[in-house]
């Protein structure tokens, strides 16, 4: 009894001390020779997690390494460089942020000597809506945000089959989840990188969904899957996987979304009426399904029930 | 005779509940908001009223969008009680406009579903005042991260906005599950005045009527209704067309007939 007191005690000072001195704990998963992820929480943003909810990796290329995003905040950044040069003496070759949502861009200052990359309309949304997303995730997270500040990447990235750093790499300039969306095929490994086009065992988030453009974009995705070197698929959120099981997981997540918020809108529902409604049991487990619910009746809602409304017979 | 005191005894409490509102309000605010003494003061100053469950406010607990929370107010529980709800006002304590509307149920149900723009944290109210001069206050807490009444409208940037001002699409529902529905959204900015260089320019005076000039609703939004107002009206059953007129602050006016 004594020692599990004891033991009780010790796992508790344990845990105060790892969130005081504000240490991830970011453990590199290979997913295949030279290519590694860091798996993030299925969990929103808070105080303890500060904000490692997401997946970002590298790939050891002849030249270099190339990071596929760079986490939530400074900190993060300057562990997950850490990690990597425990495992590589390799230089930063590229870093690369997939989308302009601070889980994935936040880390960047970490990088300051190294290239750093996205698509033209990731740039132009980092350096827009940049600081406020700063500015929300210090309120969530708190100090693990302490110095954080936002990187604009300076290069831009095109579409297309392109040898980076001594590595064919496929680019894809898709979209749907945001404006402009970046998966990144790697020919050699047989890893894509799908970024938040993919959420694996978590409800996906749609404060800048297209959710029309995002189910183009999975098909799109599922096309390299079944290409025969295709290895490892590694989603935004949740864990790797050998298969499409989760672009198809994404997907059934979105039609059902997409077809409930129509029939309300079409039904006449308020949108307090719509989310109200219960999740359907294949998603009611899903960490998050509810919250994600909700704010994605917040998000979508609007446009649906506009559109629905359009359709009325209606002389000004 | 026994078995009738029991049965009167009762109502006879409700009605001492009911009825015995005073000026000075003693039952304490089931919101604990720290600004009732004001909202008093603002809107009821003089008058009867009581904390009333039967005025029901929903609203989500934590709102995603403080630029469009939903507040869907029904005071259809009073009526019941045959006593008609002349005028309904909705106010948020901590918004810093805190009138967001007033509606004046006609021949509709007490009933308004609409979007609001939250500055903070707060109770929205509303307090629905029936023909024997009583207001009845009912209200939920919405947790939000704000911002909504400082942030410019959405469309601020977009450059067709003024061509679209003031335009009506909407729909009634003459059966199914929400028979006798009626919904429509009027393309506004329903800018605050609390944006720097913008000044407040917002939707004034809204009236539904049936086509034969029937009046419906009344509605009078103030600053803090959500950008492109959309509203949620029940009418006890559609029966041909209705008449959706108004102006916003600025004198611009509009008029449009949704069908059945």
């Known amino acids: ?316 | 005779m026994k078995r009738q005191m029991k049965r009167l005894f009762p109502l006879a409490l409700l009605a001492m509940l009911n009825l015995s509102p005073t000026p000075a309000l003693a039952a304490a605010d089931p919101l604990d908001s720290a600004r009732w003494g004001e909202m008093q003061k603002q809107f009821f100053a003089g008058q009867r009223l009581r904390f009333a469950a039967q005025v029901r406010v929903t609203a989500p607990a934590m709102a995603e969008n403080p630029m469009q929370v939903p507040v869907t107010v029904d005071a259809s529980e009073l009526a019941k009680n045959g006593l008609a709800v002349e005028e309904v006002v909705v106010f948020a304590d901590f918004n810093p406009i805190v009138e967001v509307l007033r509606f004046y149920p006609q021949a509709v149900r007490p009933e308004l579903g609409f979007r609001v723009k939250l500055q903070q944290s707060t109770p929205v109210r509303a307090a629905a005042r029936t023909s024997d001069g009583v207001w009845h206050v009912g209200g939920a807490w919405v947790n939000t991260v704000g911002g909504g009444c400082t942030a410019p409208s959405a469309n601020a940037a977009s450059k067709d906005w003024q061509a679209r001002l003031n335009h009506v699409i909407g729909r009634q529902w003459a059966s199914g599950e929400n028979a006798g529905r009626l919904r429509l959204r009027i393309d506004h900015p329903m800018d605050t005045g609390l944006v720097a260089g913008t000044p407040a320019f917002h939707l004034e005076e809204i009236t539904v009527s049936t086509r034969d000039g029937q009046p419906l609703m009344r509605i009078l939004p103030h600053e803090p209704v959500a950008e492109n107002p959309v509203f949620t009206i029940q009418r006890n059953q559609v029966s041909g067309p209705v008449i959706v007129s108004g102006r916003d602050n600025n004198g611009n006016r509009f008029q449009a007939e949704i069908a059945p």
């Open chain 1, 1 to 316: 009894m004594k020692r599990r007191a004891l033991w009780a005690l010790l796992t508790l000072v344990a845990c105060v001390a790892s969130a005081a001195d504000f240490d991830y704990h970011l453990q590199a998963q290979a997913v295949a020779p030279s290519v590694a992820v860091f798996v993030g929480q299925r969990e929103d943003f808070d105080t303890r997690n500060g904000g490692n909810i997401v997946n970002t990796g590298f790939i050891a290329a002849p030249q270099g390494l190339i990071v596929i995003d760079s986490g939530p905040s400074l900190r993060y950044g300057q562990q997950m460089r850490a990690a990597m040069r425990a495992l590589s003496p390799q230089a930063i070759a590229l870093v690369i942020n997939t989308h302009h949502h601070p889980d994935h861009f936040l880390g960047n200052q970490a990088f300051a000597d190294a290239p750093l990359a996205a698509l033209p309309a990731t740039a132009q949304g980092i350096a827009s809506e940049g600081n406020a997303f700063a500015e929300n995730l210090f309120r969530l997270s708190g100090d693990w945000l302490k110095g954080t500040e936002v990187r604009v990447p300076q290069g831009s990235l095109q579409a297309g089959e392109q040898v980076i750093a001594g590595r064919a790499l496929r680019l894809l300039a898709l979209d749907g989840h945001t404006d402009a969306d970046l998966a990144v095929y790697d020919h050699a490994s047989g890893v894509l990188f799908a970024g938040d086009l993919v959420f694996h065992d978590r409800a996906p988030t749609t404060p800048h969904a297209d959710l029309a453009h995002w189910l183009a974009a999975l098909d799109q995705l599922e096309a390299i899957t079944r290409e025969p070197g295709f290895r490892v698929l590694v989603p935004g959120h949740g864990l790797p996987a050998r298969d499409a099981g989760p672009i198809r997981q994404t997907r059934a997540w979105l039609l059902w979304l997409q077809e409930r918020l129509q029939t309300a809108a079409r039904n006449g529902l308020d949108m307090n009426e719509v989310l109200r409604q219960p999740l359907p049991a294949e998603f009611a487990r899903m960490p998050l399904a509810a919250s994600e619910y909700r704010r994605s009746v917040a998000h979508l809602y609007p446009a649906i029930e506009a559109a629905s409304l359009a359709q009325g017979g209606v002389q000004q």
